[in-house]
């Protein structure tokens, strides 16, 4: 690490910041305004995770003088039309949304090499995608309303006090939010387009849950006729075969986040509901790694050439 650019944090370490860094060479760095022409003299490639709707502005400058961005913000992730209503800005420089690869590397490996710009999927939707599109591909569901169900903890809304966030609030609850307008449902739709092909409607529900991490996402597609668990499980297993991050279970075994915790793996589950015609299949993320920092690294990987697996775990803190 060259550069680390902060807000709140500047004129302390990173180490200061971040307290389980601080024993590292990268805890010594002194964090510093983020002006994007010191970020591009200093940096080869540069990771943005800023709140959405500044990287947009920031990021060509920092592309004009020949450093990729890896943005983990949703700044680059949908057509310009779409960040009005989704997420309450005009974009400020639509060009770049085309230049833009969609960093979910299982289903668009081969978009990253040499990529100037790279969108890493937003936690919810990686978990998502993953799910639905092998079956969409292989005709085993039908294309149509996606319904997703979310669980996430309280890590994936960052490290602000908010009172909604905070123990009182959160000990013992589930609840629901952001819907019917978070900002991964537009995400998930184009991801699996991009992926299948097919034209879908998500119907998205998150959920905060009381935990510190993970991710959970349910998917509700309406199953081909005839499909069984066994076939739905093979076709996932068929469309990650030899990918280091994707783990699919066998049929009757059930996903669990806690498996990832601290993992840039994702675990995924099928099952085929015959009663209501329902193929139902499960994905559980760590939301800080495969559903940001870990995936944004294995973009990172493969935008350089890199070894795509370098620095990424794939066992988990457990219990």
Known sequence: MTFAGAKGSVGTTVGASHPHLAGLPAGRLMM??????????????????????????????????????IDLAGDFRLSAESYPAWYGFEHPTPAWLDEAVYGLPELF??????????????????????????????????????????KTGVSGAGRAALESTSFGATEDSIRPYRFPAHQHTPEIERGIELATGHVVKALFVPHLVPAVRGVVTTSYLAAAPGVSTE???????????????????????????????????????????????????????????KGAAGQAIQNANLVLGIAEATALPTTAVYP
């Open 231 to 289: 076939r739905l499980t093979d076709c996932l297993a068929a469309a990650y075969e030899g990918e280091p991050f994707v783990r699919v279970l066998a049929p009757g075994a059930m996903v669990d986040a806690k498996r990832a915790r601290g993992t840039n793996v994702i675990e995924l589950q099928a099952v085929a509901d015959g009663r209501t015609g329902t193929a139902v299949v499960v994905g559980a993320l760590d939301n800080l790694v």
């Open 32 to 69: 510093t305004e983020m002006d994007p022409d010191a970020v591009a003299a200093a940096a080869d490639l540069v990771f943005s995770a800023l709140p959405n709707g500044t990287s947009a502005g920031l990021a060509p400058t920092i592309l004009d003088a020949g450093a990729p961005v």
């Open 109 to 150: 490996r081969e978009r990253a090499p040499g990529a100037k710009l790279v969108a890493n999927p937003g936690c919810f939707a990686t978990a998502a995608i993953l799910s639905c599109a092998p079956i969409l591909a292989a005709g085993l569901a039908e294309p149509g309303p996606v319904r997703v169900d979310g």
